[in-house]
Nanobody, 122 residues
């Protein structure tokens, strides 16, 4: 059974930085694409970032490109999302997901974490 556990979310001020972590258990992540998505209250879950199996390929949503960086440490079975220059509109629950390959579509992911709350105050 694959389990993904996100951590690192908290209340921060606009302009601050935050790093989210996603620790996987039950299966090594090295053979899978990984992604980060987020969901704000009353909105649909949206794509944030994705990374290929060995980290050579990465894609970002336009809204976070240049501010967020996704990375992975396959030896630690962990994926990270470094978030810089945070804005109030980044406030959401952030989810980690595992899929067959990297993808911007949430429908390509099989396993999901429970999410971690990020709140950015103005």
């Amino acid at each position: 059974q694959v389990q993904l556990i996100e951590s690192g979310g908290r209340l921060v001020q606009a302009g601050d930085s935050l790093r989210l972590s996603c620790a996987a258990s039950g299966r090594t992540i090295s053979s899978y694409g990984m992604g980060w998505f987020r969901q704000a209250p009353g909105k649909e879950r949206e794509f944030v970032a994705t990374i290929s199996r060995i980290g050579s390929g990465r894609d970002y949503a336009d809204s976070v490109n240049g501010r967020f960086t996704i990375s992975r440490d396959n030896a630690k079975n962990t994926v990270y999302l470094q978030m810089n220059s945070l804005k109030p509109e980044d406030t959401a629950v952030y989810f980690c997901a595992q899929g067959r390959t990297k993808s911007t579509s949430r429908y390509e992911y099989t396993y999901w974490g429970q999410g971690t709350q990020v709140t950015v105050s103005s």
